[in-house]
């Protein structure tokens, strides 16, 4: 059933830590996380513990365990007919997640800017790179992710922090998706990210945050598009 993984039992999954010791909940945990992200298992397909289990080589306890804290990501819900399943994308949700997000973060790069240090700057370089180099969608969100809140946490207050971190976790799914669906996508935003680091660089606070209402407008363009393409005619 689960043809995405290699024929050996192992997914073709790498730790953005480079941490390769993980107990078997991490492992299967990183394995379901990374094929959801990377499109392969979609919104509604069935995730049955025993065949999991058996197709990854573990007992059905880490399966168990990996199912909840996914669900805790919003990743996946459990059905009370179907068991556990991979999250459908809801574009109504995406929308308000963005439109909250196009308030706070330019709020939040206008707060943390003045406080990116050398030290910091060179993080989100390599972060960047990372991004450029890494080919697979779902190592892509992580480093996006890592990227943005690394920057608000320079400077934004902690409760501001707070609601965005959850908004960008709400949002992984997503952005997985747009990622392996809209023509350009990951360019685009390599290529804003790059307007970010110079803005940051060049110690511009207001190049920033015009930088960052920039980039949170490409989410909006691929939520019309993938909305549109599930469209009957």
């Not at 997640?97 to 707060?111: N, T």
């Not at 890494?134 to 892509?140: E, G, Q, Y």
């Not at 690394?150 to 400077?155: C, M």
């Amino acid at each position: 059933m689960y043809d995405i993984f290699r024929k050996d039992g192992n997914a073709d999954i790498s730790d953005l830590t480079g941490n390769t010791r993980q107990t078997a909940h991490e492992y299967v945990r990183e394995v379901l996380r990374r094929s959801i992200l990377n499109g392969d298992l979609t919104g509604g397909a069935r995730l049955v513990q025993a065949e999991l289990a058996a197709t990854l080589d573990v007992s059905t306890t880490p399966v168990r365990e990996a199912l909840r804290d996914l669900a805790s990501e919003g990743l996946v819900r459990f059905d009370p007919h179907r068991g556990a399943v991979v999250t459908e994308l809801d574009g109504e949700d995406l929308k308000d997640i963005y439109d909250i997000r196009r308030i706070l973060e330019p709020e939040a790069m206008r707060q943390s800017a003045p406080h990116v240090t050398e030290a910091l700057l060179t993080q989100l370089k390599k972060l960047h790179q990372r991004m450029i180099d890494d080919p697979h969608s779902a190592s892509f969100v992580d480093l996006n992710r890592i990227f943005h809140l690394a920057i608000y946490e320079a400077g934004t207050s902690s409760r501001m922090l707070s609601i965005i971190r959850s908004l960008e976790d709400a949002a992984v799914m997503y952005i997985g998706a747009a990622l392996k669906n809209v023509s350009g996508l990951r360019q685009a935003a390599i290529d804003d990210h790059a307007e970010i680091l110079a803005a940051l660089e060049a110690g511009d606070t207001d190049a920033a945050v015009a930088a960052i209402i920039d980039h949170l407008r490409l989410p909006t363009k691929a939520i019309e598009q993938l909305t549109s393409d599930d469209q009957p005619g």
